[in-house]
Every structure is written in structure tokens, then in C-alpha cells.
T-cell receptor, first 113, second 114 residues
């Protein structure tokens, strides 16, 4: 069975500081990995995804993530936080293109001016 | 840009009442999912459809929840009777079922059971 662990339910950074949100996964087969963002009372929006190929994946809004198989990790980073980045972030895993995503519990990102 | 439509956005009901949520996926998306998201947690799958067929409903509480997608397009999720613990956001998502695996989510339906 697949699972996702997001370390830290709440992360707080200063505006302009590095954002690092941690995600570790468990999968018995090569995973498909995703990061989604959710603003209050909204649905989830895809930030980026890894399926195959290049392990460093760039997404929207300046975010990127690196797939590290040896560490079973897919951490999300952004060099410089903006106030508009404050939201809930979810890491998710699946094992093919037509299977449900399994989500982590989420990390709430706060950005301090 | 094509979107997943959900209604209602908000629903307040009393326990033991019936409630229904509707979802219209992106046109052409054969796969449809219903997820439940309890406040402060990640979404959890309730049911997956491929066209009009149920692929996975192992986590759907079938004593009170039902879901259908009769013509393989839009879908309805019903709860009867609602319980206090059903208060959550109900999210619908669709995918083209291709190799990317990306899910497109609607805005969600927030249910409050009093």
C-alpha cells in the first residue's frame, strides 16, 4: 500500500526566505508524485508532478521539487517566499495514471512580513 | 479553461437529514473521484468511477453513503442519514486517465451537520 508522510503540520517562514516542505512516500512500485496547494475553502490546485524522467521538477509560482528514490523523498522548495504563498500544501502519490492519489495530511505554510 | 463543477458550495443540515452533492467533471474525463476532507487533514478517497462503473468504493460507508454516475458524465454523492461526523469538505476530481495521473479538482462542497 502507498502512503505519504509530510513532516511538519505547520511551517512558518519570513517573506523572502527559503521555503522547504518535506514529503516522504512509501510505494512498492515506481511512484507518481504530486504537490497540490489549497487556499481556504477552495479545491486543490496542482503545483507540480513527477512521473518519469528528470528528477528535478519545476512547477507553477516558482516552486520545484526533487525526486530522490534513495531517500524516498519529494521535498518542495521555493527560493523566496511571497505572502501569496500562504496556504495548505499536500503531497500525494499514486502508482499509475489511472489510480487514485493518496494524500499526506498537509502542511500549512505561513509567511510572515 | 475547463473546470470541474460542484454544487452546492456550502450545505448546512441537521443530523438524520438527507443531503446530496453534485459534480460535473471536465468534458471527456472518463475517471471521476469523490474525496472527503476533514478539517485539518488531507483528502481521503470515497469512491472512484471509470465511466459509469465503480472501480473502488472500499472506503465508502455504504450504510449511509451512495454514489452514482448513471450516464458516465456527472455524478451525485448522497448521504442518508447525515451524522455529526460527516461534517467535512467533499471534493470531486476528474482525470483523463492518461499517463500523467493528474487529478483536476472542483471547488468542493462544505457540509456542516448540526
Amino acid at each position: 500500500a502507498q502512503s505519504v508522510t509530510q513532516l511538519g503540520s505547520h511551517v512558518s517562514v519570513s517573506e523572502g526566505a527559503l521555503v522547504l516542505l518535506r514529503c516522504n512516500y512509501s510505494s512498492s512500485v515506481p511512484p507518481y508524485l504530486f504537490w497540490y496547494v489549497q487556499y481556504p475553502n477552495q479545491g486543490l490546485q496542482l503545483l507540480l508532478k513527477y512521473t518519469t524522467g528528470a528528477t528535478l521538477v519545476k512547477g507553477i509560482n516558482g516552486f520545484e521539487a526533487e525526486f530522490k528514490k534513495s531517500e524516498t523523498s519529494f521535498h518542495l522548495t521555493k527560493p523566496s517566499a511571497h505572502m501569496s504563498d500562504a496556504a495548505e500544501y499536500f503531497c500525494a502519490v499514486s502508482h499509475s495514471g489511472n489510480t487514485p492519489l493518496v494524500f499526506g495530511k498537509g502542511t500549512r505554510l505561513s509567511v510572515i512580513a | 479553461e475547463a473546470e470541474v463543477a460542484q454544487s452546492p458550495r456550502y450545505k448546512i443540515t441537521e443530523k438524520s437529514q438527507a443531503v446530496a452533492f453534485w459534480c460535473d467533471p471536465i468534458s471527456g474525463h472518463a475517471t471521476l473521484y469523490w474525496y472527503r476532507q476533514i478539517l485539518g487533514q488531507g483528502p481521503e478517497l470515497l469512491v472512484q468511477f471509470q465511466d459509469e462503473s465503480v472501480v473502488d468504493d472500499s472506503q465508502l460507508p455504504k450504510d449511509r453513503f451512495s454514489a452514482e454516475r448513471l450516464k458516465g458524465v456527472d455524478s451525485t454523492l448522497k448521504i442518508q442519514p447525515a451524522e455529526l461526523g460527516d461534517s467535512a469538505m467533499y471534493l470531486c476530481a476528474s482525470s483523463a486517465g492518461l499517463s500523467t495521473g493528474e487529478l483536476f479538482f472542483g471547488e468542493g462542497s462544505r457540509l456542516t451537520v448540526l
